[in-house]
């Protein structure tokens, strides 16, 4: 079974704008741990944020922020104004405790526009 | 720091024809190491990962295979290509439980 949705498939938005990627997420462990990658049209993920389940605490990193709540087993991502090298495929992930591997969304595409 | 490598970065085979994509990671010991495939605008699948040397897990049956004759020597083989085979495969390392940091892929086509 799925464990990361990524409902959206592809966002476009002109150079500025803020856009905002949504993740939920379904365990049943207590204790887990929720990431965020980037891929570039190089191809190459690059990792962006890993959250504790026991963290709660919003996340900023420069024009980057995370918002994770449990109750709503969310862990959005928002990108303030945007710019073109922000253009790629964003993936939520999962990690159960103990676990090893990683449960990937699907991914959602983003294109900014000049 | 950790960094790793993959090679080759593109590879053309025919059906039939064996395959072996070797993956290494440098600056750290021990780490867990996995094999995913991306098909062509889709997610990644993960296909094996290995917690040391000789351990090896497969998520998926398949055509492939994988090993780990070193501590940070990682290689995806087959005997016999199959069309379905492309595709976009990923090397990433990870110390235990926490995120997983990925190679630069080894883009794959079989004709």
């Known amino acids: 079974a799925q464990k990361v949705t990524q409902a959206q498939t592809e966002i476009s938005v002109v150079e500025k704008e803020d856009v905002t990627l949504d993740c939920v997420y379904e365990?049943?462990?207590?204790?887990?741990?929720l990431f965020w990658y980037k891929q570039p049209p190089s191809g190459e993920l690059v990792f962006l944020i890993r959250r504790n389940s026991f963290d709660e605490q919003n996340e900023i990193s420069g024009r980057y922020s995370w918002n994770f709540q449990k109750s709503t087993s969310s862990f959005n991502f928002t990108i303030t104004a945007s710019q073109v090298v922000d253009s790629a495929v964003y993936f939520c992930?999962?990690?159960?405790?103990?676990?090893?591997?990683?449960?990937f969304g699907a991914g959602t595409t983003v294109t900014v526009r000049a | 720091s950790q960094t790793i490598h993959q090679w080759p970065a593109t590879l053309v085979q025919p059906v039939g024809s064996p395959l072996s994509l070797e993956c290494t990671v440098e600056g750290t010991s021990n780490p867990n190491l996995y094999w995913y495939r991306q098909a062509a605008g889709r997610g990644l699948q993960l296909l094996f990962y290995s917690v040391g040397i000789g351990q090896i897990s497969s998520e998926v049956p398949q055509n492939l295979s994988a090993s780990r004759p070193q501590d940070r020597q990682f290689i995806l083989s087959s005997k016999k290509l199959l069309l379905s085979d492309s595709g976009f495969y990923l090397c990433?390392?990870?110390?235990?439980?926490?995120?997983?940091?990925f190679g630069p892929g080894t883009r794959l086509t079989v004709l």
């Open positions: 992930a999962l990690s159960e405790a103990y676990d090893y591997k990683l449960s």
């Open positions: 990433a390392w990870s110390s235990r439980v926490y995120e997983q940091f």
């Open positions: 365990t049943r462990d207590t204790t887990y741990y």
